[in-house]
T-cell receptor, first 112, second 117 residues
């Protein structure tokens, strides 16, 4: 499978716990994006990497959220002290150029 | 103001008929790109078609075409000869600023398309 891979697909956590998601982009893609999608809404942009540099962050990305992309390969998104409002689908996408981003199947987070 | 507006929350279409999904957008940037994505129940966003603001012709990709009306700020998706597998959520999205603009896509709220056999 050469598409964008996300792990885990589902995560249930208790409020206040930390969670980490992983995204493996398509291997030659230098751009990587994180989006969040809540029920009934379209995805909302969280952050963007070009290679290992995090170049853009949304105001949605509070200080409890941190994303990394070491060595410009896979990326992780960590949420500290989770809240019920963090429950959502977290989508990762990658692209080579400035359009046609390919998305993964997402990680569905449920905070109880 | 909403940057992307999709006014049809849900649509039901008979198999083999053509369907048009509406999308209007709002931007003051002369350079932008418009996208359509399909999201089946599995959750993955599948790229369908792209239209650049300076493209002279409407984009087409197989059974998908984009009816781009720049003056009306409209970018409707047309699916010809619909199939049962077309049942999914469809999202319109925009990227502003051209090749050196910001990288984020702004999505609409989507249209749920159901194809009836």
């Amino acid at each position: 499978d050469t598409g964008v891979s996300q792990d885990p697909r589902h995560k249930i956590t208790k409020r206040g716990q930390n969670v980490t998601f992983r995204c493996d982009p398509i291997s030659e893609h230098n751009r990587l994006y994180w989006y969040r999608q809540t029920l009934g809404q379209g995805p909302e942009f969280l952050t963007y990497f070009q290679n290992e540099a995090q170049l853009e962050k949304s105001r949605l990305l509070s200080d409890r959220f941190s994303a990394e992309r070491p060595k410009g390969s896979f990326s992780t998104l960590e949420i500290q002290r989770t809240e019920q409002g963090d429950s959502a689908m977290y989508l990762c996408a990658s692209s080579l150029g400035t359009y046609k981003a390919f998305f993964g199947q997402g990680t569905r987070l449920t905070v109880v | 103001a909403q940057k992307i507006t999709q006014t049809q929350p849900g649509m039901f279409v008979q198999e083999k008929e053509a369907v048009t999904l509406d999308c209007t957008y709002d931007t003051s940037d002369p350079s932008y790109g418009l996208f359509w994505y399909k999201q089946p129940s599995s959750g993955e966003m599948i790229f369908l078609i792209y239209q650049g603001s300076y493209d002279q012709q409407n984009a087409t990709e197989g059974r998908y075409s984009l009816n781009f009306q720049k003056a009306r700020k409209s970018a409707n998706l047309v699916i010809s000869a619909s199939q049962l597998g077309d049942s999914a959520m469809y999202f319109c999205a925009m990227r502003e600023g051209g090749d050196f603009g910001n990288e984020k896509l702004t999505f609409g709220t989507g249209t749920r398309l159901t194809i009836i056999p």
